[in-house]
């Protein structure tokens, strides 16, 4: 079993940064993809941006140029940096393992003038 605890969120300005971590229990994190969603007030749950144990990088088109994900496996952490945030950025973001259907249990971010 796999635990993962996201950390970062907050209540930020349109135009502001927050960066999202999410720590990983155990050994296997680097083995596996790793994805942000979120799910803001009244919507399902969307995803944001995935990263492949290889690296390699998808995002969603409304957060392209503004989000950033990486990952470090030595620290089994997985990040995403958000910069010039608007107001519909507004979720609870999750981080996920793919493939083992392990997720955190979300950060808030509220983006408000």
């Known amino acids: 079993q796999v635990q993962l605890v996201e950390s970062g969120g907050g209540e930020v300005q349109p135009g502001g940064s927050l960066t999202l971590s999410c720590v990983a229990s155990?050994?296997?994190?680097?083995?596996?993809?790793m994805a942000w969603y979120r799910q803001p007030p009244g919507k399902q749950r969307e995803l944001v941006a995935v990263i492949a144990s290889g690296g390699s990088i998808k995002y969603s088109d409304s957060v392209k140029g503004r989000f950033t994900i990486s990952r470090d496996n030595a620290k089994n952490t997985l990040y995403l940096q958000m910069d010039d945030l608007k107001t519909e950025d507004t979720a609870v973001y999750y981080c996920t393992m793919l493939g083992r259907d392990y997720w955190g249990q979300g950060t808030q971010v509220t983006v408000s003038s």
């Open positions: 155990g050994q296997i994190f680097s083995y596996y993809g």
